[in-house]
């Protein structure tokens, strides 16, 4: 039988190692963009998910204030500012030509910020310059995931601090 003083001393070794490792746990710095050609709109359909707590500190560092977002979608407070952030951070080149990135509009599922661009009048595609430089400022470790869906193919790649663009040939 085991005594108090006992269960208590197996408690405590089996807990602390636990409590340790969750200690060491840092938090996962990621987004996940997807890029669609839509050939029938000649359009170039961006969507970008990105946790919201990351992009507030982003827009603060940026802007010099703190920034919280309201959760109301409907609530254009910061509407240019992430305009202006994601315009700014992800860029395009479409055939060899800079493509003009416009903001459509954003929404919030929970923790995370949707935001929805778009490149006009594309024509057609036989390669792309994708770069995207969201968070970079803020977190070395940052990885942003790509997924395209362009004439047909679908391509998935990770842009990381280091390598930021990725050139894709159709």
């Known amino acids: 039988m085991i005594s108090?003083?006992?269960l208590t001393l197996f408690?405590?070794?089996?807990?602390?190692?636990v409590l340790l490792s969750v200690?060491?746990?840092?938090?996962?710095?990621?987004?996940?963009?997807?890029i669609e050609y839509v050939k029938e709109q000649q359009s170039l359909q961006i969507i970008t998910r990105v946790?919201?707590?990351d992009l507030e500190d982003a827009l603060g560092e940026r802007f010099g204030a703190s920034?919280?977002?309201?959760?109301?979608e409907k609530d254009a407070t910061y509407d240019t500012q992430?305009?202006?952030?994601f315009t700014s951070k992800i860029d395009i080149a479409i055939d060899g030509k800079a493509a003009k990135i416009g903001f459509v509009g954003k929404?919030?599922?929970?923790?995370?910020?949707?935001?929805?661009?778009?490149?006009?009048?594309?024509?057609?595609?036989?390669?792309?310059?994708?770069?995207?430089?969201?968070?970079f400022e803020i977190f070395e470790e940052q990885q942003n995931i790509i997924r395209t869906d362009i004439n047909d193919l679908?391509?998935?790649?990770?842009?990381?601090?280091?390598?930021?663009?990725?050139?894709?040939?159709?």
């Not at 200690?23 to 997807?34: C, G, L, W």
């Not at 920034?67 to 109301?72: G, K, L, M, W």
């Not at 992430?82 to 952030?85: C, S, V």
């Not at 661009?117 to 969201?134: A, F, G, R, W, Y």
């Open 4 to 6: 108090f003083k006992g």
């Open 11 to 17: 408690i405590f070794v089996i807990t602390i190692p």
């Open 23 to 34: 200690a060491d746990m840092h938090k996962f710095y990621v987004s996940v963009t997807q």
């Open 51 to 53: 946790f919201l707590d």
């Open 67 to 72: 920034i919280r977002i309201p959760s109301d």
């Open 82 to 85: 992430i305009e202006d952030y």
């Open 107 to 135: 929404s919030i599922d929970i923790d995370v910020m949707v935001v929805y661009l778009e490149v006009k009048d594309v024509k057609s595609i036989k390669t792309i310059q994708i770069q995207n430089n969201s968070l």
């Open 154 to 170: 679908k391509k998935s790649f990770i842009l990381i601090s280091q390598d930021r663009s990725r050139m894709l040939n159709f």
